[in-house]
């Protein structure tokens, strides 16, 4: 059995953290994209190649979904996917073997699925498998080297690169992974161990409301006033780090005034 | 692993083989004395990969027999497809480099990609299972598997293979990590040097690869009777792994130590 108050406290608390890294995650959007293009972007640069992107395994479509990249239409390949057992980009990915190709655009047999989509035809390929020891989780592809075909320390330095973008990938799958523990433990507390109603009487409906205003923000109102804080708390950042702290300090007086209010008889 | 650790292909670049000078307890032997005329003849060759499109000019009349893996949940099946043909060209272009150092070698492809297994350990272990137990003499292996989980597998099966005189001939990844069995003792594994020979090949007495061949911007067979210029550890492997057939055709009970020492002996002097 458990301690319904126990229960109830635990549940405070898993909403609370739920709803800081929520604010948080807001407040400091997708640190990891930055980090990919980064590392797209550096691939073009030191290998001195036309394009570059980075595709990653989403296991329940079995499909490499792009999601960063450099170089011409390079907008247009970020949401694609593709077959993740065909083509060079899949070979690497099954295997776990870097690998190079040239002459793909004179080869008529070339799989075009990406081509077709971007309108760009790349002529050579570096395809670097994302891998750590947990396993591989996408692919770096390196686009049309300038000037020859790539070397061996290209490879090198995709293999570095890669490196690099698997350290952010994985950081994002922990991070995703941490969020669904979150939801879980969310719904478990919630519920308690008599199935429909948890310990504090809830039935299902009450328990989706919780878990869904906990784990997806204070409300699903993206014009929610306190998003538009965030969201303004976010873009400050960027353009007056320092003023942050000015603000946080507007805060408290404007918080101790209300609590100072709430105090007076009549209030 | 230390992320430091460099790319196993850095021992083999131009500029870099200065570290492979070694006075080993064979010296140099001659290759004329140690391979004749040496053309495969007699000897097997197993190609792990995506399948070899058969009727490929490059290797059309190599082919012995083609077999792919079936992976259906716990159950991994090797069977004979003589329709298992190539789905993305790696195999066949490993098939041709074999075929044009190893003409008379017969060569047999087992697909372990496909969209249902996926190159998965489990399909590749099957593979080299199965050439085990047939007593191929070479096989060449230019994947390998990732997976913490197939550790012991593979490790068993490369000593298995070592003392069934079946030699497997391993490309090495090219990033940091697990990597089985091509980072086994008992097997032989090749990265990629960038000397435009496909008759040139180093010893590294550095470990874990032991290996350099011709593997940038290789004019290889592909899919669909195509070819393609790669580059790669993959397309390395299978120039040993020719080699070895030679040798493997011109001593029959060579064993994998034996094969590794002659290899290691008629390699070409550092640059």
């Given at each position: 059995?458990?301690d319904?108050?126990?229960?109830?406290?635990?549940?405070?608390?898993?909403?609370?953290?739920?709803?800081?890294?929520?604010?948080?995650?807001?407040?400091?959007?997708?640190a990891?994209?930055?980090?990919?293009?980064a590392?797209?972007?550096?691939?073009?640069?030191?290998l001195?190649?036309?394009?570059?992107?980075?595709?990653?395994?989403?296991?329940?479509?079995?499909?490499?979904?792009?999601?960063?990249?450099?170089?011409?239409?390079?907008?247009?390949?970020?949401?694609?996917?593709?077959?993740?057992a065909?083509?060079?980009?899949?070979?690497?990915?099954?295997?776990g073997?870097?690998?190079?190709?040239?002459?793909?655009?004179?080869d008529?047999?070339?799989?075009?699925?990406?081509?077709?989509?971007?309108?760009?035809?790349?002529?050579?390929?570096l395809?670097?498998?994302l891998?750590?020891?947990?396993?591989?989780?996408?692919?770096?592809?390196?686009?049309?080297?300038?000037?020859g075909t790539?070397?061996?320390?290209?490879?090198?330095?995709?293999?570095?690169?890669?490196?690099?973008?698997?350290i952010?990938?994985?950081?994002?799958?922990?991070a995703?992974?941490?969020?669904?523990?979150?939801?879980?433990a969310?719904?478990?507390?919630?519920?308690?161990?008599?199935g429909?109603?948890?310990?504090?009487?809830?039935?299902?409906?009450?328990?989706?409301?919780?878990?869904?205003?906990?784990?997806?923000?204070?409300?699903t109102?993206p014009?929610?006033?306190?998003?538009?804080?965030?969201?303004?708390?976010?873009?400050?950042r960027?353009?007056?780090?320092?003023?942050?702290?000015l603000?946080?300090?507007?805060?408290d007086?404007?918080?101790?005034?209300?609590?100072?209010?709430?105090?007076?008889?009549?209030? | 692993m230390?992320?430091?650790?460099?790319a196993?292909?850095?021992?083999f670049?131009?500029?870099?083989a200065?570290?492979?000078?070694?006075d080993?307890?064979?010296?140099?032997?001659?290759?004329?004395?140690?391979?004749?005329?040496?053309?495969?003849?007699?000897?097997?060759?197993?190609?792990i990969d995506?399948?070899?499109d058969?009727?490929?000019?490059?290797?059309?009349g190599?082919?012995?027999?083609?077999?792919r893996?079936?992976?259906?949940?716990?159950?991994?099946?090797?069977?004979?497809?003589?329709?298992?043909?190539?789905?993305?060209?790696?195999?066949?272009?490993?098939?041709?480099i074999?075929?044009?150092?190893?003409?008379?070698?017969?060569?047999?492809?087992?697909?372990?990609l496909?969209?249902?297994?996926?190159?998965?350990?489990?399909?590749?272990a099957?593979a080299?299972?199965?050439?085990?137990?047939e007593?191929?003499?070479?096989?060449?292996?230019?994947?390998?598997?990732?997976?913490?989980?197939?550790?012991?597998?593979?490790h068993?099966?490369?000593?298995?293979?070592?003392?069934?005189?079946?030699?497997?001939?391993?490309?090495?990844?090219?990033?940091p990590?697990?990597?089985?069995?091509?980072?086994?003792?008992?097997?032989?594994?090749?990265?990629?040097?960038d000397?435009?020979?496909?008759d040139?090949?180093?010893?590294?007495?550095?470990?874990?690869?032991?290996?350099?061949?011709?593997?940038?911007?290789?004019?290889?067979?592909?899919?669909?009777?195509?070819?393609i210029?790669?580059?790669g550890?993959?397309?390395?492997?299978?120039?040993l792994?020719?080699?070895?057939?030679?040798?493997?055709?011109?001593?029959?009970?060579?064993?994998?130590?034996?094969?590794?020492?002659?290899?290691?002996?008629?390699?070409?002097?550092?640059?």
């Amino acid at each position: 059995m458990t301690d319904p108050q126990a229960d109830a406290a635990a549940l405070a608390t898993l909403v609370a953290v739920a709803r800081r890294l929520d604010a948080a995650a807001r407040i400091v959007p997708a640190a990891d994209d930055a980090l990919l293009s980064a590392v797209v972007a550096t691939a073009t640069v030191v290998l001195d190649a036309q394009a570059a992107s980075i595709a990653v395994h989403d296991p329940i479509g079995d499909r490499l979904v792009f999601v960063a990249s450099a170089g011409p239409s390079s907008g247009d390949v970020v949401g694609l996917d593709i077959d993740a057992a065909a083509g060079i980009a899949g070979y690497a990915f099954t295997t776990g073997q870097q690998l190079a190709v040239a002459d793909v655009a004179a080869d008529p047999r070339f799989d075009r699925s990406v081509a077709d989509a971007t309108g760009y035809v790349p002529g050579s390929i570096l395809a670097t498998p994302l891998v750590d020891a947990e396993g591989t989780v996408g692919v770096l592809e390196i686009l049309d080297r300038r000037g020859g075909t790539f070397t061996l320390r290209d490879l090198e330095v995709a293999g570095a690169l890669a490196r690099e973008a698997t350290i952010v990938l994985r950081t994002r799958r922990h991070a995703g992974d941490a969020a669904a523990l979150l939801r879980g433990a969310l719904v478990a507390l919630a519920a308690g161990d008599r199935g429909e109603t948890g310990p504090s009487g809830l039935d299902e409906a009450a328990i989706d409301a919780l878990v869904s205003d906990a784990t997806s923000g204070l409300s699903t109102d993206p014009d929610d006033p306190t998003w538009r804080l965030a969201d303004q708390i976010a873009r400050m950042r960027e353009v007056d780090p320092d003023s942050v702290g000015l603000v946080a300090d507007w805060l408290d007086v404007l918080l101790r005034r209300r609590g100072a209010d709430s105090r007076r008889p009549g209030s | 692993m230390d992320a430091a650790v460099p790319a196993w292909s850095e021992a083999f670049a131009s500029g870099s083989a200065g570290r492979l000078v070694r006075d080993g307890p064979l010296g140099r032997l001659s290759r004329d004395e140690v391979f004749g005329d040496a053309d495969g003849a007699g000897v097997v060759v197993a190609v792990i990969d995506s399948g070899v499109d058969a009727d490929h000019p490059a290797v059309l009349g190599h082919v012995a027999r083609r077999l792919r893996v079936d992976v259906d949940g716990d159950a991994v099946r090797v069977v004979d497809d003589e329709s298992a043909g190539d789905l993305v060209g790696h195999g066949t272009a490993c098939a041709g480099i074999i075929a044009g150092i190893a003409p008379a070698a017969r060569l047999v492809s087992i697909r372990v990609l496909g969209a249902d297994n996926r190159g998965k350990g489990r399909a590749v272990a099957a593979a080299v299972d199965w050439a085990i137990e047939e007593g191929i003499e070479v096989v060449n292996l230019s994947l390998s598997s990732r997976s913490e989980a197939m550790f012991g597998v593979f490790h068993d099966l490369a000593d298995r293979a070592y003392f069934a005189n079946v030699l497997l001939v391993c490309a090495a990844n090219n990033v940091p990590g697990p990597s089985y069995p091509s980072l086994f003792a008992a097997v032989l594994s090749v990265a990629a040097h960038d000397i435009a020979d496909p008759d040139v090949w180093f010893y590294n007495p550095s470990p874990p690869v032991e290996f350099g061949a011709f593997g940038v911007d290789v004019d290889v067979p592909w899919r669909d009777g195509g070819r393609i210029r790669a580059t790669g550890n993959s397309f390395a492997a299978p120039h040993l792994a020719g080699q070895a057939a030679r040798l493997r055709s011109r001593h029959p009970a060579a064993t994998p130590f034996e094969v590794k020492a002659l290899l290691a002996a008629t390699a070409n002097p550092t640059p």
